[in-house]
């Protein structure tokens, strides 16, 4: 039986939310390979009725059903990433995904990172999500600390469409500021978000930072809340999906309940057979202006979704 459908499932993954930290012993490291043990992660924006995490519209627009946010699936790697790089991740790691393939409520995923030489301060491994079955939910890279190497979204190459070749985002440009802004994770919030968290960890309750962590998809929260406040509201009648999302702590990491002026920037356009969309940068400063986390994300529009489309 899909566990979307099977109430014991809901059971145990909303008792488990609040048990703590991840087994470590459940972690697998065959071949140089670290994976993490089966999770299932939840749709918390099913009732969001219009978007692509709602049943109804998921399904006309041709997918299987309401889609987990990719933000969500980055929570499979805090314990990974901890246990690999210690809590300096989190003050100076990286985590740089791409999405191929949506997964649909509480279908069973793993994470894994390949595991980084010995004897480096700094470096960056592969990392990805693969469904139980082996379908392949998200890839790219984390780090700690400044490696060499290019992570996986910086160094993919950005599209070069102009304005007046796209119909959703047409008035969108390249250099388009994000308007600056003040942005806070609250302690509500995040109360609501440990219900259903797919990975709980104790530094989302305490931490030596002086607060709660914010959880990995919390990030996401907190640059890309500000990036639609500012741009959606040029983007009329469309269903819009994350493609690809880069979290940096630079001074990290993001603690709960503290306030953030947090602004960015597009930086590219593009055009894909079933979506346009558009890169944009983002970033985090304290009360003090240091600089303590950035995002790169790609936003994607359904062209199928937009009257603009319709024959």
Known sequence: MDDEGDPRMRARHSTRGMEGNTDMAEMQTHAAIKTGPIRHSVNGSSNAKGSIHDDATATKLGLRGGTVAGSIHMDLFGPLLLEMFGDRWWQTGNLSLNFKNATTDREPVRASLTVPPSGGADAQVDAWVDRED????????????????????????????????????SSLSAGMAIEPATAVYSEETLKSYMERITEPMDIHQSSRWGGAVVPLAGYVNVFHGQALTSVRRQIKDVVGLFGAIEIRNVNGPLIVGREYRTGGEIIALGDSPKTEYFWYEAWADDADGRRIAEQRMQLRFMKASSPLYQQ
């Open 134 to 169: 082996g379908m392949r939910v998200a890839e790219g890279t984390a780090a700690v600390g400044h490696p060499d190497a290019e992570s996986a979204l910086t160094r993919k190459p950005l599209p070069a469409v102009e304005p007046g070749q796209l119909r959703i985002l």
